[in-house]
């Protein structure tokens, strides 16, 4: 196997597992950090380590204002919107149902791009819009998770934040940005980062906080967002999307709901019922059947946003 294919499997695992992860890695993170706090912190820090490694990798330009404006945008709608609030409704919300849900994100682009840009779906998208939602309501209408204190918020943090994303990523490949991906993104995390930061400071989310307070796992959890949730995940779907076809890359979008609902069973003793296990079955058979819908088409545009689903689509991420 040449280096080459090593690290395209490498780069596969890295996405697959990683991303997987993070919803239990936020959801360990906010039990003694404060949750805004704790987004905006990991954003900035690791905005600050990509933006240097940016230095050495990629194009040499400086980026221009518009360009960090445009990156400040959806940095604000991918970051401080969409991850910040599916992380605050993770104190109520089980990791394996919101990622689970998180899975349903392809339908609201498809919608989006329907609605806002004239870009009609083909008809195999509907039929994959159909069965997800019949999935979605098999996940839903269930007792363990409609019920529940801070359920109901919870859900609709959730609903909201894809709504975000999905906005963010309809208007990301229209944006110029720069030809420095890393670049590009590392001014997401900073302006991203910084909004949340500031936001949580506005609504006393670091009120009575010590560092006294916060667990090793805490810790060790917000140290696993910053270096492999954030910058190592990045970089291996960057490197993916430079190596093979993006419905490939985005493989990712069918195996992080399976390992987030693995992890949350194992190691946070999260309750998976059948009911939940054949309605992500059902969610996910729809999700594959409204992006190999977007491969179909004659433009490219439909399958490069149907196609791409970055980090914490991972929403969290």
Not at 7 to 31: C, R
Not at 91 to 104: D, E, H, K, R
Not at 182 to 192: I, S
Not at 226 to 247: E, M, R, W
Request: one cysteine or more; charged letters at 10%.
């Amino acid at each position: 196997m040449s280096r080459d294919q090593l690290l395209i499997v490498g780069a596969f695992f890295v996405t697959y597992f990683v991303w997987g992860s993070t919803y239990l890695a936020n959801y360990w993170a906010i039990q003694t950090l404060p949750v805004f706090g704790m987004g905006g912190a990991r954003f900035l820090t690791a905005g600050v380590l990509l933006y240097a490694l940016s230095i050495f990798v990629g194009a040499k330009h400086k980026p221009t204002f518009s360009q960090f404006k445009n990156a400040g945008l959806i940095g604000v709608l991918f970051l401080t919107l969409g991850t910040g609030t599916v992380v605050w409704a993770q104190q109520w919300v089980p990791t394996s149902t919101t990622a689970l849900i998180i899975s349903f994100e392809p339908l609201l682009v498809m919608l989006v791009m329907w609605v806002f840009f004239r870009s009609r779906p083909p008809a195999k998208a509907f039929l994959g819009a159909a069965v997800s939602i019949a999935g979605m309501f098999l996940l839903i209408n269930q007792p363990t998770t409609i019920s529940g204190e801070g359920m109901v918020p919870g859900l609709i943090g959730i609903v909201f934040g894809m709504c975000c994303w999905a906005f963010g990523m309809t208007l990301s490949p229209r944006l110029d940005m720069g030809k420095n991906k890393f670049r590009a993104t590392a001014m997401q995390m900073l302006v991203g980062g910084s909004v949340l930061l500031a936001f949580s400071f506005l609504v006393n989310d670091w009120e009575g906080f010590t560092l006294a307070q916060v667990s090793t796992r805490s810790a060790l959890a917000w140290g696993f967002l910053v270096i492999f949730g954030a910058i190592l995940a990045f970089s291996a779907f960057n490197f993916l999307l430079s190596k093979v076809s993006p419905d490939k890359a985005s493989t990712n979008t069918y195996v992080n709901p399976v390992v987030a609902v693995a992890l949350g069973a194992l190691l946070n003793g999260e309750s998976v019922t059948t009911q939940t296990m054949v309605a992500g079955a059902v969610m996910l058979a729809g999700v594959y059947f409204i992006q190999s819908a977007g491969k179909e088409e004659e433009g490219e545009e439909v399958e490069n946003v149907l196609g791409f689903m970055p980090e914490e689509s991972s929403i969290v991420e």
